[in-house]
């Protein structure tokens, strides 16, 4: 069984900074990454960033430059560094492990979420 636990959510006020970490725990052989996505109240949910297996890396066009995601391949731990927060950064960030193999099929797992909140 697959789980993802996060962490390092919590409130901070605009241009502060806050470290989100993502551990992953389970029989994992292979999969392909690792990432962030986050939901807004009354919003889809949308990528934030990701990172590959073969440490390719995407970021939303609105996080560019402000945050920054690594991971521990040791651990199965991805981190999503903010800084330079936003109020429209403020929503419930969820951790993504996606092309897990299992067998000949591929699955994604989702954390539970974390929640980001930035006061103006």
């Known amino acids: 069984q697959v789980q993802l636990v996060e962490s390092g959510g919590g409130l901070v006020q605009a241009g502060g900074s806050l470290r989100l970490s993502c551990a992953a725990s389970g029989i994992i052989f292979s999969f392909k990454g690792m990432g962030w996505y986050r939901q807004a109240p009354g919003k889809l949910r949308e990528l934030v960033a990701r990172?590959?297996?073969?440490?390719?890396?995407n970021y939303a066009d609105s996080v560019k430059g402000r945050f920054t995601i690594s991971r521990d391949n040791a651990k199965n731990t991805v981190y999503l560094q903010m800084n330079s927060l936003k109020p429209e950064d403020t929503a419930v960030y969820y951790c993504?492990?996606?092309?897990?193999?299992?067998?000949?099929?591929?699955?994604?797992?989702w954390g539970q979420g974390t929640q980001v909140t930035v006061s103006s």
């Open positions: 990172i590959t297996s073969g440490d390719r890396i």
């Open positions: 993504n492990l996606f092309g897990v193999v299992v067998g000949i099929v591929e699955h994604d797992y």
